[in-house]
């Protein structure tokens, strides 16, 4: 796996790296930020596979983990939450908090496992919500809890959708799922000497629906932030209307989506096209999958050369990635575990304007 423990932390420009790690055949995230002092999250973990893990794990132990959280109770973003636990514990890994959104009634799902895992390692545990208060302001969570000059903050759910959310799917003998996802907003200190749109922030947004979007921005809006960045991690692995337009607008530098391969239904080709003239302008590329997705193998395999019959077959894009994010400057692509460039030009990605 190349270059997936790289640093690239230079005195002038403190950044955020983040590893988006491909989870293979399951279908969702797997997500680790590492932050100016060494310090790290971790931000879903759908994956029971051993090389993201190793990888994770070589990152964590330069310092300490402020927080795992899990944005929903969903087996694709929190399968491999327990083995992750006890492995970081037992390689002396300190781990600050484990956190989930709302109350979680259910006690049989891979979140629950994992909860109980964490109290069983001494773990700190607690829900994250958007709370809301007699006079009717929302207050975010905040996931940073000391003086530095960043801030990760939870601006969805509000904690009364994620109550119901959470009691009707109860009824139903199912997890909450989407309707409770969190989403999160990573971003610096506003620096006053740039003009650069987004510069500094990063959007989470889980597996977040329609509903779970528009109440981040109103909450986003009341609170005094935007949710313009540098790098998305789109919602839903790329679904089919999961990018609204007023998050299209604030996507300034980089759109990753996280997706098994060959799925048939992530991420979407109108998705894929509608961030693609987004983010893709001439030459410069700024949207990558660690998927190869099916709607790209299926218009495209006719297409290849003769070399380049297997690059539409199975197989990632751009695999494992990793994202720099910096205090001052754009976002940057720095590395992958897969080429991804020779597939390019056989996926949406690469073709925004067809």
Known sequence: ??????????????????????????????????????TCAIVDWGTQKDEPLEAALTIAKQGRVRVVAVTHDHADHALGLVRLLETFVAAGVKIDQFVYPTSQLRDLDELSKARVKARDLGIPIHPVHVRTNPKGVWDPDSLDWEDDFWELMVLAPLDTDAASSEVRSFQKDQPAGNSTSLVVLFAFEPDSSSNIPGQGKILFTGDATGRVLRTADEVASQSGLTLDNQLLVVPHHGGVSVVPEWLERNIHGIAVISARTNSPHHPKQATLQQLARRTCQGQEKKLYCTSYAQACRKEFEGEAEADDVQLVG?????????????????ASFESSSATGEQRRRYGWCGNPTR
Request: some cysteine; proline content about 9%; overall charge neutral.
């Open 314 to 330: 199975e197989g990632p894009c751009f695999g494992h990635l990793v994202i720099r994010v910096p205090l001052q400057g754009r």
């Open 1 to 38: 796996m190349p270059d997936l423990v790289h640093l690239g932390v230079t005195e002038n420009s403190p950044s955020v790296h983040v590893y988006v790690f491909r989870v293979g055949e399951g279908l969702g995230n797997a997500i680790l930020l590492r932050f100016p002092d060494r």
